[in-house]
T-cell receptor
Framework: ETGVTQSPTHLIKTRGQQVTLRCSSQ?????VSWYQQALGQGPQFIFQ???????GRGNFPPRFSGLQFPNYSSELNVNALELDDSALYLC???????????FGPGTRLTVL | SQQGEEDPQALSIQEGENATMNCSYK?????LQWYRQNSGRGLVHLIL?????REKHSGRLRVTLDTSKKSSSLLITASRAADTASYFC????????????FGKGITLSVRP
């Protein structure tokens, strides 16, 4: 196990609702990245946070937003949920100078 | 968008055989990484190869990189049933941040 934890494990929401997913990074890692993995696809980069600031964003609409806290844990917020938001959401922590990213177990979000 | 494309999409082999998986990508990279994922859970980092390296070994894993052809291969020798999983290649272009761009993955089944 990597030491990266995510909560909750599973979540069911309905269209239009809002959701917050949480991630605790591995000790000493100050960079957190979020990925969305649809069924049968590879993970897609959502955004990255470094020292509480957004440090790069993928091709996701503004209703996907995030936060990073002083202890380097992070949240992913998604507003106005759509059916296509159903996916596994993965967070990964790393050192800013490091190449390897350490992934958490993911949160499975289902939007009905 | 997916940068890497893995080949084949699915591979079924007998325990003890070798498994070779290929990955092609489109843009220049800083490094290329291979990850394993069991049953839609978190990603496990397997091996990283930098753009100035041609071959790396780690246990039963051997990865090669040909930057002129923008391709990589992962060889798993003496496969085991426990190697059954999805395998992804991911590229790190390291422009502004260390976001990973993943392919769609290869499903490897190792028959006992």
């Amino acid at each position: 196990e990597t030491g990266v934890t995510q909560s909750p494990t599973h979540l069911i929401k309905t269209r239009g609702q809002q959701v917050t997913l949480r991630c605790s990074s591995q000790s000493g890692h100050n960079t957190v990245s979020w990925y969305q993995q649809a069924l049968g696809q590879g993970p897609q980069f959502i955004f990255q946070y470094y020292r509480e600031e957004e440090n790069g964003r993928g091709n996701f609409p503004p209703r996907f937003s995030g936060l990073q806290f002083p202890n380097y844990s992070s949240e992913l917020n998604v507003n106005a949920l759509e059916l296509d938001d159903s996916a596994l959401y993965l967070c990964a922590s790393s050192l800013p100078s490091g190449d390897e990213q350490f992934f958490g177990p993911g949160t499975r979000l289902t939007v009905l | 968008s997916q940068q890497g494309e893995e080949d084949p999409q699915a591979l079924s082999i007998q325990e003890g055989e070798n498994a070779t998986m290929n990955c092609s990508y489109k843009t220049s990279i800083n490094n290329l990484q291979w990850y394993r994922q069991n049953s839609g859970r978190g990603l496990v980092h397997l091996i990283l190869i930098r753009s100035n390296e041609r071959e790396k070994h780690s246990g039963r894993l051997r990865v090669t990189l040909d930057t002129s052809k923008k391709s990589s291969s992962l060889l798993i020798t003496a496969s085991r049933a426990a190697d059954t999983a999805s395998y992804f290649c991911a590229t790190d272009a390291r422009k502004a941040n260390s976001k990973l761009t993943f392919g769609k993955g290869i499903t490897l089944s190792v028959r006992p």
